[in-house]
């Protein structure tokens, strides 16, 4: 069974805890999570690795790339549209 086209115009609402499915795939980005933050610092301490070419300290990832294919299911935290710019 197939879907018919959504319009470009298309802006569904979105209420925090309901489960959506993504029906277009897009690359975004979303915020690291805590479990990935701790990993990052493990791995920072495991090799050492301190400073970057430049000379100064690494800071951690606040952001990372997501693929959101269609069919996969999120659960809305927060229904805002925000623009974070990286």
């Known amino acids: 069974m197939t879907r ?7 802006i569904p609402k979105l209420k925090k805890g309901q489960l959506v499915e993504v ?15 701790q990993h ?3 791995e920072r ?6 400073f970057d070419s430049a000379g100064e300290s690494r800071l951690p990832p606040r952001f990372a ?3 959101f294919s269609p069919g996969r299911k999120l659960t809305v935290l927060r229904a805002a549209a925000s623009v974070n710019h990286i």
């Open 40 to 42: 990052w610092d493990a």
């Open 45 to 50: 301490r495991r090799l050492g690795d301190w």
């Open 4 to 10: 018919p086209p959504l319009t470009e115009s298309f």
């Open 65 to 67: 790339s997501d693929d």
């Open 23 to 37: 029906v277009m795939g897009c690359t975004g980005t979303r915020r690291v999570t805590e479990a990935e933050l």
